[in-house]
């Protein structure tokens, strides 16, 4: 009988303890899951694309597109171009096949804003980046960054998918209409999945 208590005792203490653990992992469980779930949502795209020689220019290059948090960055390295100023832009269609790099149509402007300095009150086109430096080497680059382009949104006015980058000989003036007297289109990559 001694030994029985003695068994059954020893049972209890054993069964008690393991119900603890138990208790005390399914615990560490729920607070990781919550922790996990308390983090926030980051959501990031990235696309590269490539700028190709037009209008019998060597002006060539590269851009990174980022899309995060509701915002897209630009950073652009070009090579090939005069020293001074630079107009850059988005343009309507990714068609960059024609020798001038007129298939790409005008300035996107899905706004139909007149053309102007981006941000101005009296209004801009979504695809009026602005000018940029180049020096004496031939080098330039650009990096812009703004909440009113996307790159995985369905919005119309603000999806920047199935338009070109337009590098051009001159400068963007943002008074004359419709696009900036910018000159010849000297480079051109189309932005495409």
């Excluded at 096949?97 to 804003?113: L, R, Y």
Aim: aromatic share 6%.
């Amino acid at each position: 009988m001694k030994y029985l208590k003695l068994s059954i005792l020893t049972l209890a203490v054993a069964f008690a303890t393991s119900c603890k653990d138990n208790k005390k992992e399914t615990e560490e469980t729920v607070e990781t899951e919550v922790e996990k779930t308390a983090e926030p949502v980051i959501t990031k795209t990235e696309m590269k694309i490539k700028l190709d020689p037009k209008s019998g220019s060597n002006a060539t290059g590269s851009i990174v597109f980022v899309e995060e948090n509701g915002e897209v960055t630009m950073t652009a390295h070009l090579s090939g171009l005069n020293e001074g100023e630079h107009a850059i832009h988005i343009h309507e269609s990714a068609d960059c096949s024609s020798p001038d790099g007129k298939s790409t149509g005008g300035h996107w402007n899905p706004t139909a804003q007149p053309h102007g300095k981006w941000g101005a009150e009296t209004g801009y086109h979504k695809g009026d980046i602005g000018n940029f430096k180049v020096d004496a080497n031939g080098k330039g680059e650009i990096k812009f960054t703004t909440d009113e382009w996307c790159l995985t949104c369905e919005d119309s006015t603000k999806n920047i998918i199935g338009k070109a980058i337009i590098v051009h000989q001159g400068t963007d003036d943002f008074t004359s209409q419709p696009s900036g007297a910018a000159g010849s289109r000297v480079s051109c990559g189309a932005i495409i999945e």
